[in-house]
């Protein structure tokens, strides 16, 4: 098992819930019974930070749970508190630009060239105007667009409009960037591009943090730390309770299987996660 | 062969120079049909009496008479086009939008009613022609630009938020500039509509000329060759407007197609 360190908690949800109008669609996220912290965990010798899978089937309030994470939109009930990134020892509730979330879309501006959407996402990241050439440069280098600086939203595949969506996020500076089903009608290659992606992403700073969702199960659970299964409840009388909740944890760090090739291990947990979501 | 059963058959794609000929060919029939079927004698003018009495009209200034016509319509547009992006873009304010929405529904109350009023409060000649082509327009373009927001993902205005955008620069990148194309869309779709109103409102004064008085005035004489030609020009002027739109909308960045 690798040697690691639970840091300070980066976000941390407390009895969260969202309803819109009269309907309830997400109850109770980070109980004390399964608690919704995500640490800073540090590695030995590594700079790395962590990675989390959402699984659940669909519409159990995946999105909703990354909507509210992401600060787009208020709780209803409850409390999320995230590291105030500019002072490490204080927290503060989240807002709307505080994390990073790639949607499942990857919407871009329709009227501008991706050097532009990059330039508009470092002014917003506060990068300093005599870098910003440069940093974005490095970016496009990196995540292999450089042949599609000037090219626009509808010119680009979707793998490279993905990968512009996540260079807009990380030059926002965001330490955690949230991704919704970014495997989603993705063939063998494009999905191994995003392993790699999360692989960058999660390399480029010790504090970074990847919350993703899969329909594929074995893919979380080969490339999370920590996967949380989202579902419904049944109530006392045997009746499904309103609302998607938090309704298993699984430690993979703690279970010695994070940051390993696929193992039977993996494919065990992925058993027991689909059996949860099946019933 | 093949090419001759695509045309013919439903949801067939063809080529741009299929598309091209196919134009040419339908205006060469149409063409061909005016000169050889029209009968002579007969209210309905040939083409020939038709390019006559264009060349006669032209002689008699009708060049500045589309110059006039021209002007009316770019002035009345630019003017009309301001007014309406204030009024569709408040709309997202929400102390504003009943107001926005409320200028939609005028367009189903005819103008006509107002133009005596109207006459006396913008002193009548080029600016009431102005007021009541920027009254008429303003109303469908607000609706247009409306519906245009309206259908904007709410993926957009999260992505803005997600990059730590305020409401304002959200509405000012999102909105504003992001929809820029739209804006010459809607004038290119409503173009028509405009051309449909200058007769009525330059016929309200012949003085200051413009296809419109010069076309009521050919009405009075019955002199079907030259009201042909007039209808005619105003026509092709709208083709070519629509066009040259068309040609501006294609140049944005987000009618770029995928390579």
Same mark, same amino acid.
């Given at each position: 098992?690798?040697?690691?360190?639970?840091?300070?908690? /980066? @976000?941390?949800?407390?009895?969260?819930? !969202? =309803?819109?109008?009269? %309907? #309830?669609?997400?109850?109770?996220?980070?109980?004390? &019974?399964?608690?919704?912290?995500?640490?800073?965990?540090?590695?030995?010798?590594?700079?790395?930070?962590?990675?989390?899978? /959402? @699984?659940?089937?669909?519409?159990?309030? !995946? =999105?909703?749970?990354? %909507? #509210?994470?992401?600060?787009?939109?208020?709780?209803? &009930?409850?409390?999320?508190?995230?590291?105030?990134?500019?002072?490490?020892?204080?927290?503060?509730?989240?807002?709307?630009?505080? @994390?990073?979330?790639?949607?499942?879309?990857?919407?871009?501006?329709?009227?501008?060239?991706?050097?532009?959407?990059?330039?508009?996402?470092?002014?917003?990241?506060?990068?300093?105007?005599?870098?910003?050439?440069?940093?974005?440069?490095?970016?496009?280098?990196?995540?292999?667009?450089?042949?599609?600086?000037?090219?626009?939203?509808?010119?680009?595949?979707?793998?490279?409009?993905?990968?512009?969506?996540?260079?807009?996020?990380?030059?926002?500076?965001?330490?955690?960037?949230?991704?919704?089903?970014?495997?989603?009608?993705?063939?063998?290659?494009?999905?191994?591009?995003?392993k790699n992606s999360f692989r960058k992403i999660s390399s480029t700073s010790e504090i970074n943090t990847i919350v993703f969702s899969a329909h594929d199960i074995n893919l979380a659970v080969e490339l999370a730390d920590v996967v949380y299964v989202i579902g419904y409840e049944?109530?006392?009388?045997?009746?499904?309770?309103?609302?998607?909740?938090?309704?298993?944890?699984?430690?993979?760090?703690?279970?010695?299987?994070?940051?390993?090739?696929?193992?039977?291990?993996?494919?065990?947990?992925?058993?027991?996660?689909?059996?949860?979501?099946?019933? | 062969?093949?090419?001759?059963?695509?045309?013919?058959?439903?949801?067939?794609?063809?080529?741009?120079?299929?598309?091209?000929?196919?134009?040419?060919?339908?205006?060469?029939?149409?063409?061909?049909?005016?000169?050889?079927?029209?009968?002579?004698?007969?209210?309905?003018?040939?083409?020939?009496?038709?390019?006559?009495?264009?060349?006669?009209?032209?002689?008699?200034?009708?060049?500045?008479?589309?110059?006039?016509?021209?002007?009316?319509?770019?002035?009345?547009?630019?003017?009309?086009?301001?007014?309406?992006?204030?009024?569709?873009?408040?709309?997202?304010?929400?102390?504003?939008?009943?107001?926005?929405?409320?200028?939609?529904?005028?367009?189903?109350?005819?103008?006509?009613?107002?133009?005596?009023?109207?006459?006396?409060?913008?002193?009548?000649?080029?600016?009431?022609?102005?007021?009541?082509?920027?009254?008429?327009?303003?109303?469908?373009?607000?609706?247009?630009?409306?519906?245009?927001?309206?259908?904007?993902?709410?993926?957009?205005?999260?992505?803005?938020?997600?990059?730590?955008?305020?409401?304002?620069k959200i509405l000012w990148k999102v909105v504003i500039l992001d929809r820029k194309d739209y804006l010459v869309e809607v004038i290119r779709v409503n173009l028509g509509i405009v051309l449909m109103m200058i007769v009525s409102v330059e016929a309200m004064d012949k003085n200051?000329?413009?296809?419109?008085?010069?076309?009521?005035?050919?009405?009075?004489?019955?002199?079907?060759?030259?009201?042909?030609?007039?209808?005619?020009?105003?026509?092709?002027?709208?083709?070519?407007?629509?066009?040259?739109?068309?040609?501006?909308?294609?140049?944005?960045?987000?009618?770029?197609?995928?390579?």
């Open positions: 098992m690798s040697d690691y360190k639970i840091g300070k908690p /980066i @976000v941390t949800l407390k009895d969260v819930s !969202k =309803s819109f109008g009269n %309907k #309830l669609i997400l109850r109770d996220v980070g109980t004390e &019974k399964i608690p919704f912290v995500i640490y800073d965990i540090n590695r030995a010798d590594l700079s790395q930070g962590q990675t989390i899978a /959402i @699984v659940g089937e669909s519409g159990s309030g !995946k =999105s909703t749970l990354f %909507k #509210l994470l992401a600060g787009i939109y208020p709780a209803t &009930k409850g409390s999320i508190e995230i590291l105030d990134w500019e002072d490490n020892s204080k927290y503060q509730t989240v807002r709307g630009g505080d @994390v990073g979330f790639v949607q499942q879309t990857y919407p871009l501006s329709r009227n501008q060239n991706v050097y532009e959407m990059l330039t508009d996402a470092a002014i917003q990241g506060n990068v300093p105007k005599n870098d910003r050439k440069s940093i974005i440069e490095s970016y496009l280098e990196k995540w292999n667009l450089i042949n599609q600086k000037f090219l626009a939203k509808n010119q680009l595949s979707g793998g490279q409009k993905q990968r512009v969506a996540i260079i807009e996020q990380l030059l926002c500076s965001h330490y955690l960037v949230i991704f919704d089903e970014p495997f989603s009608g993705l063939d063998v290659r494009n999905i191994e591009d995003v049944r109530g006392r009388d045997g009746l499904i309770l309103p609302g998607g909740t938090i309704v298993k944890k699984f430690d993979l760090m703690e279970m010695g299987l994070a940051w390993k090739e696929l193992t039977a291990g993996h494919l065990e947990v992925a058993s027991e996660i689909k059996n949860i979501i099946k019933t | 062969m093949a090419t001759l059963q695509k045309i013919f058959t439903p949801l067939e794609i063809v080529g741009d120079g299929v598309k091209r000929s196919l134009i040419l060919f339908h205006v060469a029939i149409l063409v061909l049909a005016w000169t050889f079927l029209v009968p002579d004698k007969t209210l309905f003018p040939s083409l020939g009496e038709v390019l006559v009495a264009w060349k006669d009209l032209w002689m008699k200034g009708l060049f500045f008479h589309i110059l006039k016509t021209l002007q009316l319509c770019g002035t009345a547009t630019l003017i009309s086009i301001i007014v309406s992006c204030i009024v569709a873009y408040a709309s997202t304010i929400p102390f504003f939008t009943p107001i926005s929405l409320f200028f939609t529904k005028l367009r189903y109350n005819p103008i006509q009613g107002f133009t005596l009023f109207l006459t006396i409060m913008s002193g009548g000649g080029r600016n009431l022609q102005i007021t009541l082509l920027v009254v008429f327009m303003s109303f469908y373009f607000i609706t247009s630009l409306i519906s245009v927001i309206n259908d904007i993902p709410p993926e957009d205005f999260i992505r803005r938020k997600t990059q730590k955008m305020g409401n304002w200051q000329g413009g296809l419109g008085s010069l076309l009521v005035d050919t009405g009075r004489g019955l002199n079907f060759p030259k009201i042909f030609a007039l209808q005619l020009n105003i026509l092709l002027i709208g083709i070519g407007l629509d066009m040259l739109l068309q040609l501006i909308f294609n140049s944005f960045p987000a009618q770029k197609k995928h390579r």
